[in-house]
T-cell receptor, first 114, second 108 residues
Framework: DSGVTQTPKHLITATGQRVTLRCSPRSGDLSVYWYQQSLDQGLQFLIQYYNGEERAKGNILERFSAQQFPDLHSELNLSFLELGDSALYFC?????????????FGQGTRLTVV | GQNIDQPTEMTATEGAIVQINCTYQTSGFNGLFWYQQHAGEAPTFLSYNVLDGLEEKGRFSSFLSRSKGYSYLLLKELQMKDSASYLCAVRNDYKLSFGAGTTVTVRA
C-alpha cells in the first residue's frame, strides 16, 4: 500500500457526461500528479499541483480540469466525456517537487465511457 | 519538450540477466527514475539516479550517463514475478515524464 488513495476504483459512464476523480495523497506529501494510461499505452502526464497551486501542465485536454484543496486532496474533473477517454487514471504524490523525491502512485481509477 | 525512448518488449529466461535501455532528450534534467508496473496495477518505485554512475539495490541496478542522455536498468537472477512493464521516467523541474515502458516476459 503506497498510502495514496484514489476513489472510485471503477467508474462506468456514458458519453457526454461529467465525472470527478478523487485523490488523497500520502500524509505529509504536498505534491500531486495526475496521469492517464490508455490500454497498452504509457503514462501520459496531465497536470501537477504543489501545496494547492498548479505547477506543471502536460497534455491535458481543455475538457479536463483539476484542483488541489487546502487539505491537499486533489480532484480531476472530466467533462463531455468521449469513448477515447476510457483509461486508467492514476494519481501520484511526493513530498515535494525536488529532484530527490520519488512519486508514489495510487491504485488508479478505471474509467469506462460507453 | 520531452522525448523518452525504451524498447517495447524483451524476453528472458528465469535466472538470467536483462538490461533495459532508456534514452532521453529533455529541456531540463533533475533525475531519472525506474518504476515497475504489473498489468492493471499501480507503478511502484524501483530506483533513482541523479549523478552519473551505477546504483545497486539488491537484484536491480540502474546506471546513468547524463552527457549521453542514457540510462539502463539491470535485472539480475530473473524470477517469474519480474514479468512486468518497466518504466523509465525523467524529472524536469516540476514534471515527471514517463517513457512508454518495456514489457519484460520471463520464461521458465
Amino acid at each position: 500500500d503506497s498510502g495514496v488513495t484514489q476513489t472510485p476504483k471503477h467508474l462506468i459512464t456514458a458519453t457526454g457526461q461529467r465525472v470527478t476523480l478523487r485523490c488523497s495523497p500520502r500524509s505529509g506529501d504536498l505534491s500531486v500528479y495526475w496521469y492517464q494510461q490508455s490500454l497498452d499505452q504509457g503514462l501520459q502526464f496531465l497536470i501537477q499541483y504543489y501545496n494547492g497551486e498548479e505547477r506543471a501542465k502536460g497534455n491535458i485536454l481543455e475538457r479536463f480540469s483539476a484542483q488541489q484543496f487546502p487539505d491537499l486532496h486533489s480532484e480531476l474533473n472530466l467533462s463531455f466525456l468521449e469513448l477515447g477517454d476510457s483509461a486508467l487514471y492514476f494519481c501520484a504524490s511526493s513530498v515535494a517537487t525536488g529532484w530527490n523525491t520519488e512519486a508514489f502512485f495510487g491504485q488508479g481509477t478505471r474509467l469506462t465511457v460507453v | 519538450g520531452q522525448n523518452i525512448d525504451q524498447p517495447t518488449e524483451m524476453t528472458a529466461t528465469e535466472g538470467a540477466i536483462v538490461q533495459i535501455n532508456c534514452t532521453y532528450q529533455t529541456s531540463g534534467f533533475n533525475g531519472l527514475f525506474w518504476y515497475q508496473q504489473h498489468a492493471g496495477e499501480a507503478p511502484t518505485f524501483l530506483s533513482y539516479n541523479v549523478l552519473d554512475g551505477l546504483e545497486e539495490k539488491g537484484r536491480f541496478s540502474s546506471f546513468l550517463s547524463r552527457s549521453k542522455g542514457y540510462s539502463y536498468l539491470l535485472l539480475k537472477e530473473l524470477q517469474m514475478k519480474d514479468s512486468a512493464s518497466y518504466l523509465c521516467a525523467v524529472r524536469n523541474d516540476y514534471k515527471l515524464s514517463f517513457g512508454a515502458g518495456t514489457t519484460v516476459t520471463v520464461r521458465a
